[in-house]
C-alpha cells in the first residue's frame, strides 16, 4: 500500500465526520457573520417619537374635546375629565416642542404643566408653525391662540 492510497483511505474515513460538523455550525458562522456585515452597515437616523403630522393632530382632537367639556352644562360632573384631558394636552404639547425645537416649560412636581404654562406653549406651538384651532379652550384669555 503506497502513501496515496493510505491518504485516500483516510480522506474517505473523514469525509462524513467534517461533512456533518460543517452542516452542524454553519447556521451559527452564518449567524455570525450576518452579524458582523450588519455591524459595519452605518446605522440610519431613527425620529424621536411620534410624528410631527400626529402629534399636531392628537393635539387639535384634545383641544375640541377640551372646548366641548368646558362648554357643557354639567362641570361639576366631568372635572376629573376635564383635569386628564388638560394633562393629556400638555403631555403632546410637550412632545411637540420637542419635535420643533421650542423651548417648553419645567413641569410642576406631578408632572403637569399650570394653565399658563399650557397657554404659554400652545401660543409658542403655533408660532412654531403647528397648526392648532384659532379658538382653542380658556387657556387664553380671550380664547384665541
Not at 6 to 35: C, G, K, Y
Not at 49 to 78: N, V
Request: proline share 10%; with cysteine.
Amino acid at each position: 500500500m503506497t502513501l496515496l492510497d493510505a491518504s485516500r483511505i483516510a480522506l474517505i474515513i473523514a469525509t462524513p465526520p467534517l461533512v456533518i460538523v460543517v452542516a452542524q455550525h454553519a447556521p451559527r458562522w452564518w449567524r455570525t457573520l450576518a452579524d458582523r456585515v450588519e455591524e459595519r452597515r452605518p446605522v440610519e437616523p431613527r425620529p424621536y417619537g411620534l410624528p410631527i403630522e400626529q402629534l399636531a393632530a392628537d393635539l387639535r382632537r384634545l383641544l375640541r374635546l377640551h372646548g366641548e367639556l368646558t362648554a357643557s352644562a354639567r362641570p361639576a360632573l366631568c372635572a376629573h375629565r376635564v383635569w386628564a384631558v388638560e394633562a393629556a394636552i400638555g403631555a403632546r404639547a410637550i412632545e411637540a416642542a420637542i419635535a420643533l425645537g421650542v423651548p417648553q416649560p419645567r413641569p410642576d412636581g406631578v408632572g403637569l404643566l399650570t394653565r399658563t404654562q399650557l397657554s404659554a406653549l400652545l401660543t409658542e406651538l403655533a408660532a412654531a408653525g403647528l397648526v392648532l384651532p384659532a379658538r382653542t379652550c380658556p387657556f387664553t384669555p380671550d380664547g384665541r391662540i
